[in-house]
């Protein structure tokens, strides 16, 4: 280090990499986004990307903000879960999967996974033009009739209500229709006690699974709930795991690599790792400045093997004619 007059120090990020430019990200107005199409300063969902002891059950919810963006040309392996989704990823790319036959979670390499491992997702997808007129009458309700309350040490319950009558069996069998898990509760309290709403019992709608409410939110696009980022420091949902049907490895294409405030965001629902821009640098610092040599710093052998990686994936995503000549495959 006494050699060299200009040292540039960093905090290490032991990430993953890159998407498909059409993978879709989900944004704190809960909307998808392009993963193509985000713009640095963007904020969405992520998540917490370490807990004690690895522990699953542990992991909150956060909001995030992209920080940097950036595309290459490279092969890419394709996910398919058995719940009709995919993910279309690079083979270093970093997903949140259950390490089999344990509770506990492990950010996975692509290129490790097999078939039958489960991957972490935090909803579903759903298309954000695509409400409907029942949609619409839903959101209303919401924004007239709901309240949302998040408990301290638990989740979140959205509640609907309203008295018997038409409006509450539309409102019934909206989420009959859609499959929603929900509950029910009376209140029975007479006027001149605690109620405002006269002698008639009022019915109480309420829907509390996390994928849900996101999925529900999300699609009926509620206006009143829009910017309480409900989410934050709210633990995972506890049954979002779905499982790798099938593997296809596929040729080069372009592929997105954005890097956010938590290291962390939803790819097409699922949980995912982002990724290092500052390795992108440092490599194309040192094969374009003649006698310059770089040195990858880590507190471990698997944070220092992790960013050596990524160097080794942009080194073979160069062109050839551009490409050093490799001293060293890894030392």
Known sequence: LRIHNRIIILKARQLGFCFDKNTNILCSNLKWKKISELNIGDKIIASDECVLNGIGSTRKMRTAIVQNKSSIYAEAIKLNMDDG???VLTSEHRMLCKVRGAVYTQWKKAKY????D??????????????DY????????????????????????????QVD???WNRLLQYFIKNKYNYRIEVDKRKAGDSSKLG????????????DELFYLLGKVQSSRFVDMEWWSNKKHPNNGWSKVKSIELLPKQEMID???????????????????????????????????TVGLVGYNMQMVSELLDKIKTFFTTTPKELRPTLQYNSK
């Open 118 to 131: 489960e991957i972490n997702y935090i909803t579903k997808l759903w298309k954000n033009e695509n409400k």
């Open 165 to 167: 009558g038409y409006i």
């Open 113 to 116: 996974i097999r078939l039958g």
């Open 85 to 87: 989704r995919n993910l």
């Open 134 to 161: 029942e949609d619409g009458w839903v959101s209303d309700i919401i924004d007239k009739e709901g309240s949302l309350r998040t408990k301290k040490n638990a989740g979140v319950e959205l509640s609907i209500s």
């Open 258 to 292: 954005i890097q956010t405030s938590e290291k962390t965001y939803i790819a097409n629902g699922f949980v995912s790792h982002n990724s290092t821009a500052v390795t992108g640098y440092a490599y194309h610092y040192a094969i374009t400045h003649p006698g310059v």
């Open 199 to 210: 002698n008639k019992p009022i019915n109480k709608l309420i829907i509390s699974k996390m």
